[in-house]
């Protein structure tokens, strides 16, 4: 290990947190502002990217030790019980609904049916992206 890769490894160990941080906020803020399972799932896969980057895709398997085909298949399956959940209730597709309650730290906050959609759309982006770039990595 040369100096060089010391310093791009500590570097990547917490710029990766400090992505993963702002993915979780952007994922579950997603239903007020931009954001959401898309872009949160596509910061994730950024914080992973960087992580292959910094050490080689061994490491980060053993670290990581996900199977992103089933990611993808689990991603779908949330996001079409979350659509079918509204047929259930004969309303319109993607219907969603939500309820306040009080928490004792967070206080006063929304649930949202939308979350779990976001939820499905959050696994499948970072399964599929993730999916992509290991194959195109094991080829070279």
């Known amino acids: 290990m ?3 890769d010391l ?4 570097v990547t160990k917490v710029a990766a947190f400090v992505i993963l941080l702002f993915s979780v ?14 872009v ?4 994730t896969s950024a914080a992973i990217v960087l992580l292959l980057l910094a050490y080689d895709i061994t490491t980060v398997t053993e670290i990581l030790p996900i199977d992103y085909k ?11 019980l ?4 509204s047929l259930l209730f004969g309303v319109p597709l993607m219907t969603h ?4 309650i009080d928490l004792p730290i967070l206080g006063h906050i929304s649930l949202h049916t939308a979350v779990l959609f976001d939820l499905g759309v959050y696994l499948v982006v970072v399964g599929v992206t993730m999916t992509i770039i290991q194959t195109i990595g094991e080829s070279e």
């Open 2 to 4: 040369k100096q060089n």
């Open 7 to 10: 310093i791009l490894q500590t």
């Open 25 to 38: 906020s952007i994922f579950l803020g997603g239903h007020y502002s931009p954001g959401g399972g898309f």
């Open 40 to 43: 949160g799932g596509l910061m």
């Open 70 to 80: 089933m990611m993808i298949g689990t991603g779908l399956l949330i996001s079409a």
């Open 82 to 85: 979350t659509v079918a959940g």
């Open 97 to 100: 609904v939500y309820r306040y």
